[in-house]
């Protein structure tokens, strides 16, 4: 098991927008964020990034804030991008899973044409909502690894 906390919880209307920090949000079971664009029926519903990570983007100079690479939940504590696939994630009473790690980046970041490199398409984490939930920024964040996904990053 190893534990992190929520820094900023990050959300927007519309897809193709810079998140915008919120205090509190509402996971709903097989959808997301309430009120996130890329909530839906699908594997990721949520996104994660790590401090480490932003703080990797800083060091290259860039000004950046939570929410700038469309991250949901901005967490620190944890290498979110060695985590193994279906691993469990407890926030409160919200249950998630991992279900994929990096992305492909779309041709229009802002972030990939200033610097020529981006993390969330490596480190970033995305997941699905198993038991839906308040979550409040300062939230713990428990990272459960079953002893079959301990194996894969063995």
């Known amino acids: 098991m190893i534990r992190g906390s929520i820094l900023s919880i990050n959300i927007s209307r519309k897809k193709g927008?810079?998140?915008?920090?919120v205090q509190k949000a509402v996971l709903i079971e097989n959808h997301g964020i309430e009120g996130d664009a890329h909530a839906g029926d699908w594997h990721r519903q949520v996104s994660m990034l790590a401090l480490s990570s932003i703080e990797k983007m800083r060091a290259m100079g860039l000004q950046i804030d939570f929410?700038?690479?469309?991250?949901?939940?901005t967490v620190e504590g944890v290498i979110l991008h060695e985590l193994p696939l279906g691993?469990?994630?407890r926030?409160?009473?919200?249950?998630l899973e991992v279900t994929q790690i990096g992305k492909q980046c779309h041709n229009g970041c802002e972030i990939s044409r200033q610097t020529g490199v981006c993390v969330m398409p490596r480190e970033g984490i995305f997941l699905r909502v198993i038991k839906g939930g308040e979550i409040s920024v300062g939230d713990s964040v428990i990272f459960e690894i079953s002893e079959k996904n301990a194996a894969v990053i063995k």
Do not use: C, H, W
């Open 17 to 21: 927008m810079k998140k915008i920090p």
């Open 67 to 73: 929410g700038d690479f469309a991250e949901n939940l």
């Open 87 to 89: 691993t469990r994630v």
């Open 91 to 95: 926030i409160g009473e919200a249950v």
